[in-house]
């Protein structure tokens, strides 16, 4: 393969900061968009690294001249933020990753990838194991429009146009752009931090895991996956033993943690549970390698030498509200573009 140039959209978020480095070590050559909301320096610079901020909402179509393949994670990630910020979940979510395969497609890129999400099962009883057949029964606004760029997306696909959609199970693990509102992640730093695990009742819902290093994988063996084989179709990408029960799985990490802890209990019962089948992309050849214990030991093991800590930006909702705050203030405070610093000579008066 000649081209060895990929198009990553929000390559500064949780999983593109692990994908990017990894897609590097691989010998590729990677674009890597982002508004970069969490800092440009979760991506370490690199001579195959092209760092561009920009708002995928706004992407030109010569952003995808002579690109192998897009990978499009740019999303809001996840429905607290869906609700909190609705509209721009439907631009970005939905209508700028449709637009982007459509540039991508008129632009000659042989393959796109789209990351999409398990949530848009919604709940279903745990009977029932849900393959990629299943009509979904999405409950969010972050789920509906996951699910409506998948359906603007697929029909793209043509003989010179591989297109390839994977549904992500719940990520958790180790991340530069770390997340402490993931259920794993959240529930392993809130019990090593106050001895208390919060738990929405009653625990008996049902969620597939994977870890984020193992969702990179997922997406740079779609890259590779026959053509064939991947076109069109839709992907679930997580483990069939890393479907959780959410008691349980509190438990497991009750149990890692070096600490008494107790389950704190909160709000009404979840109405979000779906258990998962991952068949269809364990017949290509893909296998995810950490499980939940994988997860909290490096979680746990980063937070005691202090190479993790819960901060304001590893909580996605409440920094993105927080910039929105911080931009409002700073506007009402800026005089002819400056605040307290100022540019040039100030215009003193000369004394008579």
Known sequence: MKNRTILVTGAGGYIGSVLVPQLL????????????????DKLADHANLTKLRSDVRLLPPSVFEGVHAVIDLAALSNDPLGDAFTDETWEINHLSRARNARLAKEAGVPRYVMPSSCSIYG?????QILDEDCTPNPLTV?????LAAENDIRPLASGDFTVGIV???????VSPRMRFDLAINGMTETAWRTGKLALMRDGTQW???????????????????????INGNVFNAGANDLN???????????ALVPRDVEIDWYGDPDTRSYRVAFDRIAALGYTTTMGVEDGVREIVGALETKRLS??????????????????????????????IKRLGAFPCVASS
């Open 25 to 40: 070590n691989s010998g590729w050559t990677v674009i890597a968009v982002d508004r970069f909301f969490f800092g440009i």
């Open 310 to 339: 819960r901060s304001l930006d590893t909580l996605t909702l409440d920094w993105y509200r927080a910039l929105e705050e911080w931009r409002s203030r700073i506007e009402e405070v800026v005089i002819e573009g400056k605040i």
């Open 142 to 146: 972050y789920a509906k429009a996951n």
């Open 167 to 173: 549904r992500f199970a719940t990520l958790f693990g």
């Open 123 to 127: 709940f279903f009883p745990p009977s």
């Open 207 to 229: 969620r597939p895991m994977i870890h984020v290093r193992d969702a990179a994988r997922a997406l740079e063996f779609m890259l590779g996956a026959d053509a064939k084989a």
């Open 244 to 254: 959780v029960q959410i008691r349980a799985l509190a438990d497991r990490v009750a």
